[in-house]
């Protein structure tokens, strides 16, 4: 079986089965965006304990590859440091895919990170207001 095969019947796996589906309870971190172009959506929710990434969930609708990708970051950054997080770049998620993407998926693909970015930002400058 070729490569492309193993990594597309991984997104469809995670399409079909989304990882840390849901929402975290009493969450530090929420945030919500679409893709204009498409509508489709996604929220993330995080938990930060001792500057780690102690729970992480997203929901959302769209297509294959915005919430496989979305299903594949939450288990990238889940018990990983908040520094390390932040030094995840769009590239790392591409390859976590796998395969070839037009400029339009590209935008699909990324969904799941500028929420997840966008909201730990966020969290960064509400640290920041109270001073911490
Ligand atoms: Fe909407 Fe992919 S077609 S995010």
Same mark, same amino acid.
């Not at 089965?17 to 840390?20: A, D, I, K, L, Q």
């Given at each position: 079986m070729g490569m492309e095969k193993l990594y597309l019947e991984n997104i469809i796996d995670h399409f079909k089965? /989304?990882?840390?589906y849901g929402v975290v309870e009493n969450a530090d971190i929420q945030h919500h965006d679409h893709n /204009?172009?498409?509508g489709d959506d996604i929220s993330i929710t995080i938990k930060i304990d001792r500057g780690k990434i102690s729970d992480v969930k997203f929901q959302g609708h769209g297509c294959a590859i915005s919430q496989a990708s979305a299903s594949m970051l939450t288990e990238k950054i889940k018990g990983k440091n908040i520094g390390d997080v932040k030094g995840i770049k769009s590239d790392d998620v591409i390859k976590l895919l796998g395969i070839p993407l037009s400029p339009l998926r590209m935008k699909c693909a990324l969904l799941g990170f500028q929420v997840m970015t966008a909201g730990i930002s966020k969290h960064k400058y509400g640290l920041r207001e109270h001073g911490i």
């Open positions: 089965h /989304p990882r840390n /204009p172009l498409c």
